[in-house]
């Protein structure tokens, strides 16, 4: 079987998705467009409107993918339904029904565990109750492949979801494909392992590691998003579309396979405790780069909870200098907002891209031609994070001579924590739905 992967997270392009169904034959396509901060900005949404809370980008996305594929009788698993799964299910009907094609939805729902989720739980990044963090606007549970089989036995031509933990959505259709156990860790361990690989797309084939030094790729402009070519026995080869950009081969997929893993002989989710330290990885041919080995040992009890709460409002404001002065004006410039904000935010950072903005240190000896200041802070007051704004604009008649390209603005701060929840709370639902 043939699983491939059309975008790695909410922004991703467009195109490659049809390039990739254009140019290989799979039996499923994943849409991975899910972050702990997407989902509670999702959710945030949500409390305004109670029909949006999905993925901003699903209309379009459907609106290009979903003749082909019908054409190419390829299932589509996402979790661009977000906070919002059903809302989402809605607008890919009305979308299919637009463009004239029959196709069958099943949105999978339970992950949504707000009023479930224990207050005095602490949170796992800081042992402090949640309670404690003020208004929680979300709490959802990273779901399993339990609440996608019923889904998947639908033969809905698309599964759509909120929050499933990402190796999750690959390992569901091979479970289902080729009828593994659920208490066969070892394949289960070895499919979350293609899971793990494919779930960031690009970054497995080119993107986010070719540099202009010591790794370089061809033609990122067009960079094929990869797929892999599963066996029963679970092993498999990480391909991409041919005559696509990117790259291939043992390095990329090994950066891939610890990205995010603290330790790999223990990465955990909601299938399996995966076991990645007896994996072999073999480079066949160009761009082609086998997967062998891998395991696991028993699911947890409890599953992981993505906390949302409302952090207050962050304030910015950017100004640029340019010239043979420009280092030493915009100092001034920062100098005179530190004095004027002085011990107004509690979390508030003054920085000078161009000189010493990223690594917070000074490397370069020649001071830079052109700097932008830029200030940021958080309030719980609106009003006040707004003032960061206003004093860097004010800059204009009030700093430094030639000040320019100011931007200023303000929104809502969304803090991410995480607890667990006892799996026996969780009561995963699938509804379908058809195009008329």
């Excluded at 054409?71 to 299919?96: C, D, F, Q, S």
């Excluded at 990273?142 to 979801?161: D, H, R, V």
Aim: net charge neutral; aromatic share 6%; with cysteine.
């Amino acid at each position: 079987m043939k699983i491939g992967v059309g975008a790695g997270f909410s922004g991703d392009r467009l195109d490659a998705a049809e390039k990739l169904l254009e140019k290989v034959d799979l039996d499923y396509i994943v849409f991975e467009c899910l972050a702990e901060r997407t989902i509670a900005l999702a959710q945030y949404k949500k409390l305004k409107n109670k029909k949006s809370g999905y993925d901003p980008l699903l209309e379009k996305r459907m609106k290009r993918i979903l003749p082909l594929l019908i054409e190419k009788n390829v299932r589509l698993i996402t979790n661009m339904g977000a906070a919002n799964p059903i809302a989402a299910g809605e607008k890919i009907i009305e979308v299919a029904e637009k463009l004239g094609i029959s196709c069958k939805i099943a949105i999978v729902t339970g992950d949504n565990v707000l009023n479930k989720v224990d207050l005095n739980n602490v949170a796992l990044e800081s042992g402090i109750p949640l309670r404690s963090y003020g208004e929680i606007i979300s709490a959802n549970a990273y779901l399993g492949i339990e609440a996608l089989l019923p889904a998947l036995k639908s033969e809905a031509n698309i599964i759509i979801t909120g929050r499933v933990a990402d190796p999750s959505l690959f390992l569901a259709p091979q479970v289902y494909h080729f009828g593994w156990s659920l208490d066969d860790y070892q394949l289960l361990g070895q499919g979350t392992a293609v899971g793990h690989l494919l779930e960031c797309g690009a970054q497995v084939s080119g993107g986010y590691f070719g540099d202009t030094r010591k790794k370089h790729v061809e033609n990122l402009v067009n960079v094929g998003l990869p797929y892999a070519d599963i066996n029963k026995e679970g092993l498999a080869t990480i391909r991409k579309g041919r005559e696509t950009g990117g790259l291939i081969n043992l390095r990329t997929v090994k950066e891939q396979l610890l990205y995010e893993v603290h330790d790999p002989s223990k990465y955990i989710t909601p299938d399996v405790v995966a076991d990645f330290t007896n994996i072999t990885l073999l480079n066949l041919e160009d761009n082609v780069v086998s997967v062998t080995g891998g395991g696991g040992s028993p699911r947890p009890d409890r599953l992981k909870v993505s906390v949302g709460y409302h952090a207050g409002y962050v304030g910015e404001g950017e100004i640029s200098y340019a010239g043979s002065d420009a280092l030493d004006r915009a100092k001034l410039s920062k100098d005179i907002i530190e004095k004027r904000l002085q011990g107004m935010f509690d979390d508030f950072r003054l920085d000078l891209i161009g000189y010493s903005a990223t690594h917070r240190k000074v490397f370069q000896k020649n001071s830079p031609y052109e700097v932008r200041l830029r200030v940021i802070g958080r309030h719980d007051s609106r009003e006040i994070a707004e003032l960061i704004g206003e004093e860097v604009e004010a800059l204009y008649l009030n700093g430094p001579a030639a000040g320019g390209g100011v931007r200023k603005g303000v929104h809502a701060s969304i803090g991410i924590v995480s607890t667990t929840i006892s799996r026996e709370l969780i009561e995963p639902k699938v509804e379908i739905l058809e195009s008329r």
